[in-house]
């Protein structure tokens, strides 16, 4: 098993995607038949990526980098801006860094976030109201950055995504088991940071 972060070659940052019409709406998409295809970023989300533009350039200045987004539009619209900041010649995208799927939750009020996250707490195998565990979000997450250290080697890696995957994900950087990813500093919209690396 890879162990994180000793012997990755890679650095790997988060990037959550900016404000979405989701968020905008107060509302949990998380089925890729609506997330690829809709709820892209709000005006606010645009106005936070050319807002941050300068800040992703510097903190990734001087490094080779490769911008790898989930196929949600609102991830897409996020990476497509810092590709453009960095003047990079394209983005790549990955299904496996889709948002967590909330399951029968799924349009209803993100106030139901924090419904599930009690719940992650207690057993990090729930699958309450068929939302993905946050080991089975781990382990795919987890699954791409072994994918990434077979095709990269030295690179600077951003993971355009969203914030209980990212965070989930984080957990393993941090030494944490995966239910504690809220005892993380929550990833606001369009936030860069660092993972780890070499």
Request: include cysteine.
């Amino acid at each position: 098993m890879l162990r994180l972060p000793e012997s990755i070659s890679n650095t790997y940052y988060a990037l959550r995607h900016a404000h979405s019409v989701a968020n905008l709406q107060n509302r949990i998409v998380s089925y890729p038949r609506h997330g690829r295809s809709g709820f892209g970023l709000s005006s606010h989300g645009t106005a936070q990526c050319a807002a941050r533009a300068d800040s992703w350039r510097g903190e990734l200045f001087g490094r080779q980098v490769v911008v790898i987004a989930s196929d949600f539009l609102r991830a897409v619209e996020t990476g497509l801006f810092l590709v453009r900041a960095l003047n990079l010649r394209r983005l790549g995208t990955a299904a496996v860094l889709r948002e967590r799927n909330f399951g029968q939750l799924e349009f209803q009020t993100d106030k139901n976030y924090k419904l599930v996250w009690d719940r992650d707490r207690r057993n990090p195998a729930h699958r309450w109201m068929g939302v993905e565990s946050v080991h089975m979000v781990r382990r795919r997450t987890l699954g791409f950055i072994r994918q990434c250290e077979k095709k990269y080697k030295g690179c600077a890696i951003v993971l355009v995504s969203h914030g209980d995957a990212l965070q989930i994900l984080e957990t393993h950087f941090r030494f944490l088991s995966p239910q504690m990813h809220r005892s993380l500093p929550p990833l606001r919209n369009a936030e860069l940071r660092i993972l780890g690396g070499p």
